[in-house]
């Protein structure tokens, strides 16, 4: 049944509407840290203190050639001229940009600063942005974000450079890489090299078997260029898996030793890029490279398992009007995704054995959708990833949460559309047949620019529940 789902969902995401949401962020719920129990330098300054957290933390997006290269923190003097809105930004945790709370189970590659960084440049603004002397100044002892080096036997391209679209603020583009290799191989690492760093702000990437190759023939150049539109997913029949996604600074990226992802002839790769395009915009040929084993090698291999949640979200108080029906909301889909999108809201329900009754409490403001997964096996989890879109207020992946040893597996207090991200276990998690893997999103429906009734879609102004597991049989 799951499978079959699969098929509906990615059919459901397909056809997206060119989406362009404006990417603002809500920073109104975010809360500041309480650093009342945290000790900071008594004599903060810019060389001893601050330097040292910022190339470690920063640096990598806020310099030239980076996504967040229009605010540069490679000189002192740009330092001290944004130091209230740095610490503004750290003190409510919106940068680094690192979604999971300190709940979430430790995970690997864990952008966030710790309470005494965030102190110390709290205690550092606030005695006035002192410089301090060069001398005192020595590099953080490791950034912590575990850098890998990978080999790279393959690498793939765009034969043409793409260019963002035209009056779009953020550009959402998906791209066919054919996998041209003529035995099954393993892909045990992979790293993204963007052509132009301070437009591409994230990616995901999924593997697609042949089943996909007519879908992506027909999208492919459908408007000229490289690539297709796609906004929440690349949106085919066919089942595709997410095997990664890179942000800016991120390491190449291995997968455990003995492991890998298995690709056979006529496999695509197909990545989803997403350009912010506040301060330019240029071709791209950026390059994805792969590290592989042969086929005989026996890696165990990896199995990446999608799930979905039901999607009810009433209009927000105060809006009323036919679009405020559920029916108009399915209608709608239908219309613009095609028939098997109207039965996606019901299909939903009846996988996760609920019926709308379950979702009677949901508010405009305040409307979740969840679903428990029994695990069909033993299997280990090595990493876990939530998808929503604009109206997304939180999202999690619980483990036995009714049991006496609930395991947080991803906790996404504040959802933030632009810093999607998978995430691995710094541990890998063992989990046994019949443990219960419950996904819940929550939604708030003020966000929107056109409110209705909004059901499981595509677009911008549809939403999703979705996330996906990481995991090796035992
Ligand atoms: C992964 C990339 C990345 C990292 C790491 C990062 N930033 Fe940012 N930062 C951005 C981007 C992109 C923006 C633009 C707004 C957005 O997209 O959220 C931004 C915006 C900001 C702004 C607002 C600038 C303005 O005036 O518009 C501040 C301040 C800031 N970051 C501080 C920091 C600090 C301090 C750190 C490290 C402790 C940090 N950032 C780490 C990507 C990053």
């Avoid at 002839?265 to 792969?290: A, E, F, K």
């Avoid at 009677?360 to 305040?366: I, M, P, Q, R, T």
Wanted: net charge negative; glycine share 8%.
């Amino acid at each position: 049944m799951r499978f079959i789902l699969l098929l509906f969902l990615f059919f459901l995401s397909s056809l997206a509407a060119l989406a362009h949401g404006d990417g603002g962020h809500d920073d109104d719920d975010a809360k500041a840290a309480d650093l009342s129990a945290v000790a900071a330098p008594d004599q903060p300054t810019y060389y001893e203190h601050v330097r040292p957290i910022i190339e470690a933390s920063c640096i990598d997006c806020h310099s030239g050639g980076q996504i967040a290269a229009y605010a540069p923190f490679n000189d002192p003097q740009d330092v001290i001229f944004a130091a209230q809105d740095i610490k503004f930004h750290v003190v409510f945790g919106l940068m680094p940009p690192w979604m999971p709370s300190p709940e979430t189970l430790p995970l690997k590659y864990d952008r966030s600063l710790s309470d005494v960084e965030i102190a110390t440049i709290a205690a550092w603004v606030d005695a006035g942005a002192p410089l301090g002397d060069p001398q005192d100044y020595r590099p953080a002892a490791s950034d912590g974000l575990d850098f890998v080096e990978i080999r790279a036997d393959m690498t793939l391209q765009l034969e043409a450079a793409y260019v963002p679209d035209e009056d779009a603020r953020d550009d959402y583009r998906c791209f066919a890489y054919p996998l041209n290799i003529t035995e099954p191989q393993f892909i045990t690492g992979y790293d993204f090299i963007p052509d132009v760093g301070e437009m591409a702000h994230h990616n995901i990437v999924y593997l697609f078997d042949e089943t996909a190759n007519r879908a992506i023939e027909s999208r492919n150049y459908a408007d000229g260029r490289p690539g297709w539109p796609c906004y929440g997913s690349p949106g085919f029949t066919t089942e595709g898996i997410r095997i990664g996604g890179w942000t800016p600074g991120a390491s190449p990226f291995a997968f455990p030793q003995g492991t890998g992802v298995l690709i056979k002839p006529g496999h695509h790769l197909v990545v989803q890029m997403h350009y912010n395009l506040w301060t330019t915009r240029q071709p791209d040929r950026s390059r994805v490279v792969l590290q592989l084993e042969a086929a005989e090698s026996e890696l165990a291999e990896f199995h990446i398992i999608s799930l979905a949640a039901p999607v009810e979200i009433p209009c927000p108080s105060g809006t009323e009007g036919p679009q405020c029906e559920r029916e108009a909301a399915i209608e709608r889909v239908g219309d613009l995704y095609g028939e098997i999108a109207r039965y996606a809201p019901g299909y939903l329900l009846r996988e996760c054995g609920q019926t709308l009754a379950d979702y009677a409490a949901n508010s405009g403001e305040n409307a979740s959708g969840a679903c428990d997964y029994p695990v069909p096996g033993p299997l280990t989890l090595y990493g876990v990833s939530g998808h929503m879109h604009e109206l997304g207020r939180s999202f999690r992946m619980e483990l036995n949460p009714e049991s006496e040893a609930p395991l947080l597996l991803l906790d996404i207090p504040r959802w933030d559309f632009h810093w999607q991200d998978r995430y691995y276990f710094v541990e890998p998690v063992q989990v046994a047949h019949g443990d219960i893997l419950r996904m819940s999103c929550v939604w708030d429906n003020s966000l929107s620019d056109e409110p209705r009734y909004v059901v499981w879609g595509a677009g911008t102004a549809d939403e999703m529940c979705f996330g996906s597991v990481m995991a090796l049989k035992q």
